[in-house]
């Protein structure tokens, strides 16, 4: 039980593209998703919250209008990276926890997306 | 979220039994501890959480002091495949996010 879906598991594309990465509870309703980041030798960094019908909350200095979140349903976050350039090249990674039980369970993550902005 | 400390980095060798220590000394009390691990290129996996009772699971143990302000992740018997970067964090749940600090790369020898 438990799993957390993330698609595409590798993307890579020319600057100034944007990307779509999914984010799904296969399992479990998540009111509550959260977006992650990982740079190459470093520890993950919350990037933003996201909140099933609501705007998601983001960390600072993370921009939202690049960093597009959108939760339409208890099991699906969508993170869009718009117009992204080679520094935002990073391994992406999603987490959920399940709203049917206490608020002390666990995240679950998803196996990331590793983003290469050419 | 409370900040914890960790080794770097730890040895232990196939089939022993790896002893992963943290130290959260400002934890509240209704903080819990969360222990996941990251094998390469992959998301973290949970491994265990605790409040102040030590818990047991099929993956390993999670024994926290009486003050709470360190605790210990004990891999029973470890295989090569435990190689990986363990993170221990202290969270509150709810809707917060998790802070992730640097983890113990454990290395298992053959």
């Known amino acids: 039980g438990a799993v957390v879906s993330q698609h595409p598991s590798w993307v890579i594309c020319k600057s100034g593209t944007s990307v779509k990465i999914e984010c799904r509870s296969l399992?479990?309703?998540?009111?509550?998703m959260f977006w992650y980041r990982q740079f190459p030798k470093q520890s993950l960094m919350l990037m933003a919250t996201?909140?099933?019908?609501?705007?998601?909350?983001?960390e600072q200095g993370v921009e939202k209008d690049k960093f597009l979140i959108n939760h339409a349903s208890l099991t699906l976050s969508t993170l869009t990276v718009t117009s992204a350039h080679p520094e935002d090249s990073s391994f992406y990674i999603c987490?959920?926890?399940?709203?049917?039980?206490?608020?002390?369970?666990?995240?679950?993550f998803g196996d990331g997306t590793r983003l290469s902005i050419l | 979220d409370a900040k914890t400390t960790q080794p770097p980095s730890m040895d232990c060798a196939e089939g022993r039994a790896a002893n992963l220590p943290c130290n959260h000394s400002t934890i509240s009390g209704n903080e819990y501890v969360y222990w996941y691990r990251q094998i390469h290129s992959q998301g973290p996996q949970y491994i265990i959480h605790?409040?102040?009772n030590n818990e047991t699971n099929e993956m390993a143990s999670l024994i926290i002091t009486e003050d709470r302000k360190s605790s210990t992740l004990i891999l029973p018997h470890a295989t090569l495949r435990d190689t990986a970067v363990y993170y221990c964090i202290v969270s509150g749940g709810g809707a917060d996010g998790l802070t992730f600090g640097k983890g113990t790369h454990l290395i298992i020898q053959p």
């Open positions: 996201s909140n099933e019908g609501s705007k998601a909350t983001y």
């Open positions: 399992d479990f309703q998540a009111t509550t």
């Open positions: 987490s959920a926890r399940d709203s049917g039980t206490g608020p002390n369970q666990p995240q679950h």
């Open positions: 605790g409040l102040k």
